[in-house]
């Protein structure tokens, strides 16, 4: 079963002397596979000032209502980078599986191959001996 993730925001800090410009956004991010919900939260900086943003401003009496949630979401995902959400859900993927008993990793030493040896490394003397 896939799991569906699912981005809201929990906070904002503002700038009251800025228009209410939004210097920081937290959101909680859930990934649910079946009946197991699992979360964590991210949060971004928003440097710069509403006069930076220019005619692309938004109001947060506008950013209040249903549709403004999915345009902070995005702000976020852009912040954070692709990577960075990527890396997100895979963490909430990882606590999934284990909390369903999956397997998420296996470690697997040289000393478990037919490689050949490791050179031995050559230690250097203390000085103070």
């Known amino acids: 079963m896939a799991t569906t993730f699912t981005w809201k925001v ?7 002397n800025d228009d209410n410009y939004i210097t920081e956004a937290s959101a909680k991010v859930f990934g649910t596979e079946g009946s197991v919900i699992k979360a964590t939260t991210v949060s971004c900086l928003f440097p710069g000032n509403k006069s930076a943003v220019g005619s692309d401003f938004k109001t947060i009496d506008d950013l209040k209502k249903a549709d ?5 979401v995005g702000w976020i995902k852009t912040g954070i980078m692709d990577y960075k959400v990527a890396k997100i859900e895979k963490i909430i993927q990882n606590s999934i599986d284990t909390h369903n008993s999956k397997v998420i990793e296996t470690s697997l ?3 478990d191959t037919s490689y050949s040896a490791q050179p031995t490394e050559t230690v250097t003397p203390d000085p103070t001996e």
């Open 10 to 16: 929990e906070s904002l800090k503002t700038d009251p």
């Open 68 to 72: 403004g949630e999915a345009i902070i």
């Open 109 to 111: 030493t040289a000393a």
